[in-house]
């Protein structure tokens, strides 16, 4: 080899001739050769303390390359704009975030000056002190003194050392409320410690945020701090570490995303978690805490991750209508069901009190039967995909279709009350809305939302069906004066109040507010015995004198104004 050669292809790492060769080759040619890393020579040094290679070729003088597999020093002239680098801070950052963790100690050499002997003024002569010496001297600083933690076996960490590494992961004030290290041994092998803290940060769903802050280690090098494909959105509460001994140091966030490890990986982390929550749900005092600040969490994980929806929806806690002040499991709703109940019973709303209250919730009641209270938002979202609990159909008083064990003398009281009320069938004292549509509570939601679609608007939020109450005393009295005077022109405004008051206190919006006002005026005035043609010679006046009042008022403002 000449001595470009020696240059090249062994003083040079991971430069392969045998690549090289092969691809100067025509294509199609038979041939097999090994190596394409450019590392096989260097193999020698496993055997070798010194190796020595003389080669001469025909067209140069010999020459001899000569290594003891040594280290180097690398010099580099830094940019002018690159400067900060040499900091002893910035280099000291850049450590603590990519290598803090390597099983190689890391130091870094730091230059001072120490100063030997005082100025002290000399005796007889206080105009005189003696001279200071100062000496240079070079001092280690060993700069990843952290040992990994989640590399040790789980029964020798203290809970103050879980504590204190939680805190420096995290930034946060607080100890963490639950911990879960683990090991994953077999076709992949990483180490994980994951972590739940005490409370909900203020911006957990600002979109803005990092969807996660669960760091990546390959071999404890850092790769990737908040790894979006590491852990789903759900979940993005949990703080920790990942170690992976499978993934390539050189990994990108491109080829994470087309990983198959990763992918083992993060399904491993979501069973992980459940038994993590599974373990807090344990003692009720700190399940407490955590679903206060992460119950949004676990509605989130039931709409969106079908594989586990089953196992999250045994995490949920609801008020009921038997369960008073505490809340209660759907697990515990099951085992307190009637024998001849079959769905579970919710409703949706705004607040407790106000679905307490709902007369829905009375007719489920008076039979001896429990109903959910969901006040979250987001439980709308949820029982569209929570259909069933333990085999048990998730039913909603407010809808369509709602179907309670009747007896035979109960069944045969409908029959005739329905031929009874024909004329009033159209009219009801509740507001129930159909199965497939929106419930009064989704369509407060929806009007919120600012960009929501208006064809799915006008589709949903219409056709609601109307239900009455045959036994309900307001009922009866419509029906007996219908029965005396069906032309009576009271009656029509009476049963649109009724039917309007009826969507109010179902959760409905009346579209024509105005309207519903008007009517509840000309109730007054019945009820007052106030004549109409009185009360618009009152409004005649009473819009009179404000107006004499407003221009007095313009005069007087421009009176000040000529004085000004």
Known sequence: MTKADLVNNLGTIAKSGTKSFMEALQAGADISMIGQFGVGFYSAFLVADRVVVTSKNNEDQCYQWESSAGGSFIIRTMKEDQVDFLEERRIKEIVKKHSQFIAYPITLVEGDVQEIGADEAVEGKPDKKKKTIKEKYLADEELNKTKPIWTRNPDEVTNEEYAEFYKSLSNDWEDHLAVKHFSIEGQLEFRALLFVPQRAPFDLFENKKSKNAVKLYVRRVFIMENCEDLMPDYLNFIKGVVDSEDLPLNISREMLQQSKILKVIRKNLIKKCIELIEEISEDKDN??????????????????????????????????????????????????????????????????????????????????????????????????????????????????????????????????????????????????????????????????????????????????????????????????????????????????????????????????????????????????????????????????????????????????????
């Open 287 to 564: 399940y407490k805490k955590f679903y206060d600040s992460f119950g949004k969490n676990i509605k989130l994980a039931i709409h969106e991750d079908s594989v586990n929806r089953k196992k999250f929806a045994e995490f949920l806690r609801y008020h009921t209508s038997v369960a008073g002040e505490e809340t209660t499991s759907l697990k515990e709703y099951v085992s307190r069901m009637k024998d001849n109940q079959t769905a579970i019973y919710y409703i949706t709303g705004e607040s407790k009190e106000s679905v307490a209250n709902s007369a829905f919730v009375e007719s489920v009641k008076k039979r001896g039967f429990e109903v959910v209270y969901m006040v979250d938002p987001l439980d709308e979202y949820l029982v569209q995909q929570l259909k069933e609990f333990d085999g048990k159909k998730l039913v909603s008083v407010t809808k369509e279709g709602l179907e309670l064990p009747e007896t035979e003398e109960e069944k045969k009281k409908f029959e005739e009350n329905k031929v009874k009320f024909e004329k009033l069938c159209k009219f009801s004292l509740l507001y129930r809305d159909r199965r497939i549509r929106w419930s009064a509570n989704m369509e407060r939601i929806m009007k919120a939302q600012a960009l929501r679609d208006s064809s799915t608007m006008g589709y949903m939020a219409s056709k609601k069906n109307l239900e009455m109450n045959p036994d309900h005393s307001i009922t009866k009295a419509l029906y007996e004066r219908v029965e005396k005077d069906e032309d009576d022109k009271t009656i029509k405004d009476l049963v649109t109040l009724l039917f309007e008051t009826a969507l109010l206190t179902s959760g409905f919006s009346l579209e024509e507010p105005q309207s519903h006002a008007n009517r509840i005026h000309r109730m007054i005035k019945l009820g007052l015995n106030i004549d109409d043609d009185e009360m618009d010679q009152q409004a005649e006046e009473s819009t009179v004198e404000p107006a004499v009042e407003q221009k007095q008022a313009e005069e007087e403002v421009s009176r000040m104004e000529e004085v000004d």
